[in-house]
Nanobody, 119 residues
C-alpha cells in the first residue's frame, strides 16, 4: 500500500491550498481516508476524514477546509481556505477501516507534505 501526499507549499495568511493524496495497493472504495497534521513539538492532530459520502472534521478545519475523494482516481483531497499561520504543519494522509479522529485507527500513512503559512 502506498499513499502519496502532495500539494503543500508556502502560502500567505488568508490564502488557499489543495492537498492531494493518491493511493495504490488497496481497495480504495472500502477505506476511510483521513488527513492529519503535525506541527513541530506538537502531537499529531486530526484534520478531516471521509468514507463513502460521510465526512468528519476536526475543530480546526470546520468551516475552512473541505475533504473530498475521487474514487475513479484513487485520490483524496483537502481543500484548505482562509489559511492561518497556526495551520503550519506537515500534513499526512492515512487510510483505515473507519472514520475516526484517532490516528491509531488508521493502518496506512503517507509521507507527509509541508504546509507553511506566513503572516
Amino acid at each position: 500500500v502506498q499513499l502519496q501526499a502532495s500539494g503543500g507549499g508556502l502560502v500567505q495568511a488568508g490564502g488557499s491550498l489543495r492537498l492531494s493524496c493518491a493511493a495504490s495497493g488497496l481497495t480504495f472504495n472500502s477505506y476511510a481516508l483521513g488527513w492529519f497534521r503535525q506541527a513541530p513539538g506538537k502531537e499529531r492532530e486530526f484534520v478531516a476524514a471521509i468514507k463513502w459520502s460521510v465526512v468528519y472534521y476536526g475543530d480546526s478545519a470546520k468551516g475552512r477546509f473541505t475533504i473530498s475523494r475521487d474514487n475513479a482516481k484513487n485520490t483524496v483531497y483537502l481543500q484548505m481556505n482562509s489559511l492561518e499561520p497556526e495551520d503550519t504543519a506537515v500534513y499526512y494522509c492515512a487510510a483505515g477501516g473507519r472514520i475516526d479522529s484517532s490516528p491509531h485507527v488508521y493502518d496506512f500513512w503517507g509521507q507527509g507534505t509541508q504546509v507553511t503559512v506566513s503572516s
